[in-house]
Every structure is written in structure tokens, then in C-alpha cells.
């Protein structure tokens, strides 16, 4: 599959940023991985409607393209050898807020917003719905993928529908929340349906309220997880009636290394990506979590980190990106 000529045809056509090659490193919280074949950042939403054409044009299926949307990276691990695919990263351009206005509680938001400046802006208009957001660092494109949840809320719980790109129909859908068969940390959309934006129904509140649950949200974050260290956030789902977190610790595995990642001394279900860590360690690393908590307690963990391209080890990748 020729993606090179697929992403010179695609920065003939589109307004964005189009690269090649691109390292993909910094584009997530974890701060690893090599390149990708493109980096296709749109300039609109309706840039994204170049892509299939530039695919055809490169004689190549806009169905087969192996694709990857990206918003804040905030929960993926790419290989250290790269992507051998297109990574939409979704920018500026697609981080706005409509809505909240004359009382009204529906809010829409573009599929790059940040999660917890979204819960802010509701926030400051007496919104409630969206608090359990203010300290996941993910966008609403990622948001919404993964059904990103904390504290016992979920974005299942306020989301009404979503407007996607299908890459393999090259048209615009609307998707109602209902259809998109949201369950933890999980829906039914494909990689090749790329979220532009996402709409909400809130719950008016009193902003005192509203703003004192979002503090209360943060303190537990500051005091229980790992802040600016490199991390991505929660790496193991919670098996049911259990919380992963609890077990990796109760495997005496806190502080437990692999090369330079180490799970955290400060919360068990975070793994830090210390100076000279590769993406190879932090695959290790979790792998090797799962192993010992499964032959201790018999529980088979799944990883919340999405881990993309090829890595050394024949178990399968699982989980979202957001």
C-alpha cells in the first residue's frame, strides 16, 4: 500500500497539515514510539472529505487505509518501529463549545476540545453532567470512543449523538448515542468513523455545586494519582466487583519495573514512562503485570492503553484511544 503517494496526493488537496514520516512521540502523553506513514491534521472538518479522494487517486481503498484518529494521546502507546498508516490528529480547528445559552441545557462540542475545559465551561454556566470529566486529560473525540468515565459518571450518561466521518464512505453521519452501544470504557465505533463533534444534554444546577464536585475531583486526583510524570492515565480497566489498581498493588507490584517503566509508587493501575523509556518497556511492562496478577489471583486484566503497531510480543493490543 503506497501511503507515501497517498499523503503527497493528500497535501495537494487539503488545507491542513499534511507530514510524512512524522514522529509520533510527542503527540502523546507518554512521550514514545517512532513515526507514522502520514500525519494528516485537518484544517476543518470538511478537509477530512480530501482523504478518500486522495486515496483513490493513489490507487489505493479508502476501506482498507489502516487509519488511527488522535486526539490528545492521552491514552496511547505507539510502536517504537512507528505506524505503517494515516494518525488524524484532530486540532485546533475542531476544539470549540456551542450552546448552554438562553437555558438551554444542550451543549455541542468539537471532537479535539479538551475533556476537563469542557467541564470548566459547563461549569461556569451552571451545567452538571460533565464534572467527572475535569481530570481526564483527553479530548471529546477520544472522550466519547472509549466512553471515558471517573468518580461513577460516564460520557454514556449525557451524550445524545455524535456526527462521525466515515472514511470508507466519504460522507458525513449522524449517530445517535443509542446506536453507538456504549459499555465500559468501550463503543461500537470503528476506526474508520472519525468523531468531528459530539452533543450533550446537561442538568442545570447551582454553579457553587457544580464547581465544588470538580474540586472535590481534582484533590483526589492530585492526592491518589501521578500528575506530570509521563503516563496515560489508568492502564487496566477495573475487572467487575474489583478495581485493577487494587490487585497489581496487593501483587506487590507498586514501584515494579521493566527497562525505564515502572508502575507508580503513588497508584498501582498508573505506569510511568521514566527519561530513556521505550515503548517496548511500557508493552513489557504491562504484560508483565497482567501475567503475575492473573497467576496470583487468577484475574486476566485488560489494559484501558492502547498499544498501536508492532511490538514484541505475540499478545494481542486492546483498548481505545482518546
Not at 488524524?88 to 445559552?101: A, E, N, T, Y
Not at 455524535?162 to 470504557?185: H, S, T
Not at 487496566?236 to 501483587?251: C, I
Request: a negative charge; one cysteine or more; charged letters at 20%.
Amino acid at each position: 500500500m503506497n501511503l507515501r503517494t497517498v499523503g503527497e496526493r493528500l497535501r495537494e488537496l487539503a488545507d491542513g497539515e499534511v507530514a510524512l514520516e512524522r514522529s509520533l512521540a510527542p503527540l502523546t502523553t507518554y512521550r514514545v514510539g517512532g513515526s507514522a506513514a502520514v500525519v494528516f491534521e485537518p484544517a476543518s472538518a470538511q478537509d477530512l472529505l480530501h482523504l478518500p479522494t486522495a486515496c483513490i487517486s493513489a490507487g489505493v481503498d479508502p476501506a482498507e487505509v489502516p487509519v488511527l484518529p488522535l486526539g490528545r494521546g492521552s491514552n496511547t502507546v505507539f510502536s517504537d518501529r512507528g505506524f505503517d498508516g494515516i494518525v488524524i490528529r484532530m486540532g485546533p480547528s475542531l476544539s470549540w463549545i456551542r450552546g448552554g445559552q438562553d437555558d438551554s441545557t444542550r451543549v455541542a462540542a468539537g471532537a479535539a476540545t479538551s475533556l476537563p475545559f469542557l467541564a470548566n465551561w459547563a461549569a461556569r454556566r451552571s451545567l452538571s453532567g460533565l464534572e467527572f470529566t475535569v481530570g481526564i486529560p483527553g479530548s471529546v473525540g477520544g472522550g466519547v470512543r472509549m466512553n471515558a468515565g471517573a468518580h461513577g459518571g460516564a460520557v454514556a450518561d449525557t451524550l445524545t449523538s455524535v456526527e462521525v466521518f466515515d472514511i470508507a464512505a466519504g460522507a458525513f453521519i449522524g449517530i445517535p448515542a443509542r446506536e453507538l452501544a456504549l459499555d465500559y470504557r468501550r463503543s461500537a465505533l470503528s476506526e474508520k468513523q472519525v468523531v468531528v463533534a459530539a452533543a450533550f444534554e446537561l442538568l442545570p444546577d447551582e454553579g457553587h455545586a457544580v464547581r465544588a464536585r470538580m474540586e472535590s475531583y481534582r484533590k483526589h486526583r492530585a492526592e491518589t494519582q501521578p500528575g506530570a510524570l509521563q503516563n496515560a492515565g489508568s492502564t487496566f480497566k477495573n475487572p467487575p466487583g474489583d478495581a485493577a489498581g487494587r490487585l497489581v498493588e496487593a501483587a506487590g507490584l507498586k514501584g515494579h519495573r521493566v527497562g525505564a517503566a515502572q508502575v507508580s509508587d503513588l497508584h498501582a493501575n498508573f505506569f510511568i514512562a521514566s527519561p530513556g523509556a521505550t515503548a517496548q518497556d511500557v508493552f513489557d511492562l504491562v504484560q508483565d503485570v497482567r501475567r503475575r496478577v492473573l497467576d496470583r489471583f487468577g484475574v486476566e486484566l485488560e489494559p484501558e492503553v492502547r498499544f498501536v503497531g508492532p511490538f514484541d510480543s505475540p499478545v494481542a493490543s486492546v483498548g481505545a484511544a482518546r
